[in-house]
């Protein structure tokens, strides 16, 4: 019997791979793994997975290592990215927020 590991997972982009069923990454499981846990320990961390989405992620993992192992540095810069954009460009929100503390600050100098 083959089982088809691409069953497993929903590709929603280059840059978005999820558990079927789930709004869990593969990159989530694997950072665990990647830290040294065990697929029992990942199930502790993540509980609404089950140990054979978790063995077919590792499996997975292991049949494109190369590509993933890309897959995982790409995401990783891609959040440093727009981190450094939030620091240099907060959204409105943030903005508003900060204006509202600096007025509340100067009104109780006053």
Same mark, same amino acid.
């Given at each position: 019997? $083959?089982?088809? %590991? #691409?069953?497993?997972?929903?590709?929603?982009?280059?840059?978005?791979?999820?558990?079927?069923? *789930?709004?869990?990454? !593969?990159?989530?499981?694997?950072?665990?793994? &990647?830290?040294?846990?065990? @697929?029992?320990?990942? !199930?502790?961390?993540?509980? $609404?997975?089950? &140990?054979?989405? !978790?063995? @077919? $992620? %590792?499996?997975?993992?292991?049949?494109?290592?190369?590509?993933?192992?890309?897959? %995982?540095? *790409?995401?990783?810069?891609?959040? #440093?990215?727009?981190?450094?954009?939030?620091? $240099?460009?907060?959204?409105?929100?943030? #903005?508003?927020?900060?204006? @509202?503390? @600096?007025?509340?600050?100067?009104?109780?100098?006053?």
């Amino acid at each position: 019997m $083959t089982i088809n %590991l #691409e069953n497993y997972f929903d590709f929603l982009s280059n840059d978005d791979i999820r558990i079927k069923g *789930h709004r869990i990454g !593969i990159e989530d499981v694997l950072k665990y793994y &990647l830290q040294g846990y065990s @697929a029992e320990e990942i !199930i502790s961390e993540l509980p $609404t997975l089950n &140990l054979e989405k !978790i063995y @077919a $992620t %590792l499996t997975y993992y292991y049949q494109n290592k190369q590509y993933l192992d890309n897959y %995982l540095l *790409h995401l990783e810069e891609k959040r #440093e990215q727009n981190y450094q954009e939030w620091l $240099t460009k907060p959204s409105p929100l943030i #903005e508003r927020l900060r204006e @509202a503390k @600096a007025n509340k600050r100067s009104e109780k100098l006053v």
